[in-house]
Every structure is written in structure tokens, then in C-alpha cells.
């Protein structure tokens, strides 16, 4: 366990953005992370996970500490249900694949989405109607100044859409560790209730759908959407679909009447981020090394050598001219740094 100084982040970041730490350390067990915190208490610090949901605009000036804590394992269970506890830094779909591999449902659906276990609880990620919340116990969380550690129940983690208590009340003031997931041993709850899940298992005769069959179906549709950030820098969906009230709604779509939607609750429709950029026409528009990608107008990308600084400008122009256009606010998903 060594600092080490003006270190690189490039394979650091799913953009794939240059960008230097000040200091950088990785740690791979609790007892690591809690002395490097307590011997560097003076310092700033910079919690990094897989890199997935960032975009770095600048150097990060600050001691950077990867989290880097593996493993998992069963730590209860009964007939019809198991409880996992599974270590920050696993990476989220090889937890995933391990899952359905022991023919545990609940996590199918999330397939493919990048980055590391401990982050899932901050955005409560989420994709084809399943989100971290339906499966969550509780995370154990390590506080960066007291060194205390502490269980987050999942009443506690005030969940929402792609929000948590990490991401509002306690920002930056915990490091997760690990997480507990609650998974069916038996009796799984299939979801197939997104059309694109349906349609793919369609195409491939299959009517009654296992837990791998969901989870390639899933994998093979964000293959067709979704740049590899292997080999295309991505940080997989940039843009939250944003939450309107149903007023606000039909006034909009009486200039727009085609605009999709789906029903949230008696008062408020989510309506695609993805299709408002493409009405806009950004969809595989670029702008030096920085562009939308083809197949997915919420996926900005790097083609190369795009700069924080230059994505960003994107993804200002794009919130603009939506803005503009439809009258409607989109925020970024992604952390800006």
C-alpha cells in the first residue's frame, strides 16, 4: 500500500479522460482503508470506485483512494431467499453473472451496467424496471473523518430515481464498504415488462425466460445501444430522464404530440432524456473527440482524446437547447468532477 504522486487516472475512468491525482493509493481491506484515512486525516480526499458515473473536467488535487475491497459471500438464508454481503470493489456485472450463476434472482435485469458494487447504492442504479432499492438490505458504510463504522438500512438510504442519502445529507462523509443484497433462491419474479426485453426474448422463441435468459437478453440489447467503454470512452447513460408533472406534460406535448412518456404516479410522466436529444437532433452528432453516439442519444462519448472540459460543453449544449426546444430541464446522471 504506497502513494504514489501525479499519477494517471486514464484507466482509472470509463471516459477514458486524462487526468492526474495529486496522490493516489489503492486499498484492498478494511484495516488499509481505515489507516490510510487515519494517517492522512490532514489531507483532502478523493473516494474512487470503478470510475463509472464521472467525468473528470481537471486534475484531481487531493489524495486519491481507490477502493479496491473484494469478495462476497452467502450470510443468511431460508427456503425462498439468500443474503449476500458483497465487498465495494467487486465489479458490479461479474457480481451480477456470479448471482445467476447460483441461480439467485433479483439482479438479472441490471446486467452490464458498469462499475463497482459499493457505488450501486449511491445513484440506486437501475435499468429495464429493476433498481438497486428492490433488492437492497443494507450497506456498511466507514465515516472518513471518525473512522466509525456504520449500517445504512435501506429506510435509511432514502432511495429515489437514481438519488440516495450518499448523493444528498451525507455526501462525501462515508465510504462504503460493502452491501448486503436479499436474493430469491425460488419462486423468481421474471420481469420482462419492458418491451425491448420482450421483444429480444421473441426473437429468440423463448416464452418462458430463465434468470440467464433475462440477463442476456438484457446484456444483448445494451450491447446493441451501448458503446463498450473498452473501446469507445463512455459513461454509460450521461443524462437523467426527467420527472415532469402531468400538467406540465399536456401543455408540452400539445406543440409536441408525439413525445413519449410513462406514467409515474396520478401527477407526474417521465419523459426520455434519449428521445428529447434525438428530436433535437444530437443523436451521432460530434464534436471534435467528443460526441453522442450513434445508437444512443444518452451515451456521450470520447473518440479519442476529448477533454473533460470538451464533454462537458456537450452536454451544456445539449441541456440548452432541450431546454430551448421543449421547455423541459435535464440534469446530468454522471458526477462532474
Known amino acids: 500500500m504506497e502513494i504514489q504522486y501525479d499519477f494517471s487516472l486514464k484507466n482509472y475512468n470509463t ?16 484495516e488499509e482503508l481505515k489507516t490510510v484515512l487515519e494517517q492522512n486525516s490532514d489531507k483532502k480526499k478523493f473516494i474512487l470506485g470503478g470510475g463509472s458515473n464521472m467525468l473528470l473536467t481537471k486534475d484531481i488535487d487531493a489524495l486519491v483512494i481507490h477502493i479496491d475491497l473484494k469478495g462476497k ?11 449476500i454481503a458483497c465487498q465495494a470493489g467487486e465489479n458490479w456485472h461479474e457480481f451480477v453473472l456470479w448471482t445467476i450463476d447460483q441461480n439467485y434472482g433479483g ?5 452490464l451496467i458498469p462499475g463497482n458494487v459499493g457505488t450501486t447504492p449511491v445513484q440506486n442504479i437501475g435499468a429495464y424496471g429493476a433498481e438497486i432499492k428492490d433488492s437492497f438490505v443494507s ?36 465510504i462504503i464498504t460493502s452491501v448486503v443484497f436479499k436474493l430469491t433462491k425460488r419462486h423468481h419474479k421474471i420481469n420482462t415488462s419492458y418491451g425491448d426485453i420482450l421483444a ?23 450491447k446493441s445501444k451501448l458503446p463498450d467503454p473498452n473501446e469507445l470512452g463512455n459513461s454509460g447513460s450521461f443524462f437523467k430522464n426527467p420527472i415532469i408533472s402531468k400538467k406540465e406534460f399536456e401543455k408540452i406535448s ?63 449544449n445539449i441541456q440548452q437547447t432541450i431546454f430551448d426546444t421543449f421547455g423541459i430541464a435535464i440534469e446530468a446522471e454522471v458526477n462532474i468532477i
Open 15 to 30: 471516459f477514458g479522460i486524462e487526468a492526474k491525482a495529486k496522490q493516489f493509493v489503492a486499498v484492498h481491506t478494511l
Open 73 to 83: 459471500k452467502v450470510i443468511q438464508e431460508d427456503l425462498d431467499h439468500v443474503w
Open 107 to 111: 439482479l438479472e435485469n441490471m446486467s
Open 139 to 174: 450497506c456498511d458504510a466507514i465515516h472518513i473523518k471518525s473512522l466509525e463504522n456504520r449500517t445504512f438500512l435501506k429506510d435509511e438510504c432514502q432511495f429515489g430515481y437514481r438519488e440516495s442519502i450518499f448523493k444528498n445529507q451525507v455526501k462525501d462523509q462515508y
Open 200 to 222: 429480444e426474448l421473441t426473437k429468440n422463441n423463448i416464452t418462458t425466460p430463465t434468470l440467464k435468459e433475462v440477463s442476456n437478453a438484457v446484456i444483448a440489447i445494451r
Open 254 to 316: 400539445q406543440k409536441f404530440p408525439e413525445m413519449k412518456y410513462y406514467d409515474i404516479s396520478d401527477t407526474e410522466v417521465k419523459v426520455p432524456a434519449g428521445w428529447l436529444i434525438e428530436q433535437a437532433g444530437f443523436k451521432g452528432k460530434r464534436f471534435g473527440d467528443a460526441g453522442i453516439h450513434k445508437n444512443q442519444a444518452l451515451v456521450l462519448v470520447n473518440y479519442g482524446n476529448a477533454t473533460g472540459e470538451e464533454i462537458l460543453a456537450v452536454s451544456k
